[in-house]
């Protein structure tokens, strides 16, 4: 099983970034996905999260209307759109995969992180 992330970097503020997240080795269509963000000193916090079949997100109230969160089942990669980015944004972001199944098995999966840098 692995989370692959990719997309982060070094960025203006203002600027932007996506950041994808590829699976395997698991069913990727049955797995709620989830961003988390770890900045440097603090715990590690959720940023964004999507249903198995994306029909409903949640985002935390500080990155709402900046974020978007999606996926693409038939690519089994879930996507971070990040706009409007400020310094109080970097951080290491994680990729984070959960299943709770029918006879109440919690499988969880988590990436490796990228880090988001923005600075001018």
């Known amino acids: 099983v692995q989370l692959v992330e990719s997309g982060g970097g070094l960025v203006q503020p203002g600027g932007s970034l996506r950041l994808s997240c590829a699976a395997f080795?698991?069913?990727?269509?049955?797995?709620?996905m989830s961003w988390y963000r770890q900045a440097p000193g603090k715990e590690r916090e959720l940023v964004a999260g999507i249903t198995s079949a994306g029909g409903s997100t949640i985002y935390v109230d500080s990155m709402k209307g900046r974020f978007t969160i999606s996926r693409d089942n038939a690519k089994n990669t879930v996507y971070l759109q990040m706009n409007s980015l400020q310094a109080w944004h970097t951080a290491v972001y994680y990729c984070h995969a959960d299943r709770l199944s029918s006879d109440f098995q919690v499988s969880v999966y988590w990436g490796q992180g990228t880090q988001i840098t923005v600075s001018s």
């Open positions: 080795g698991f069913t990727f269509s049955t797995y709620r």
